[in-house]
């Protein structure tokens, strides 16, 4: 069974640095695509960051350019979010989710075409 589980998430100052961590199991494929969701309260998930494994291509909303970085480590198989200069804005349930293919997976920008979730981890940025 595929499985992710998302680790790293606390209570920040503003200004302050957090790493998640999205560890991915469970699955074959070496074709696929992990992306970083947030969903703040009373507001609809929104895509913050995405990294290609099949292309090492990484894609980041505008929102988080030049403060937050996708990686993975050297199996590909845990994805990180490293979040630098947190605004309180930034508060929010963070997911990882992984889209599979044959071949040439991208990142997608819309959560409906991630198959597989993991349980979130909560960000909270204090001002």
């Known amino acids: 069974e595929v499985q992710l589980v998302e680790s790293g998430g606390d209570l920040v100052q503003a200004g302050g640095s957090l790493r998640l961590s999205c560890a991915a199991s469970g699955f074959t494929s070496v074709d696929y695509a992990i992306g970083w969701f947030r969903q703040a309260p009373g507001k609809r998930r929104e895509g913050v960051a995405c990294?290609?494994?099949?292309?090492?291509?990484?894609h980041y909303v505008d929102s988080v350019k030049g403060r937050f970085t996708i990686s993975s480590d050297n199996a590909k198989t845990t994805v990180y979010l490293q979040m630098n200069s947190l605004k309180p804005e930034d508060t929010a349930v963070y997911y990882c989710a992984v889209r599979f293919g044959r071949v040439g997976v991208t990142c997608a920008a819309f959560s409906y075409e991630y198959g597989y979730w993991g349980q979130g981890t909560q960000v909270t940025v204090s001002s």
């Open positions: 990294i290609s494994i099949s292309d090492v291509s990484t």
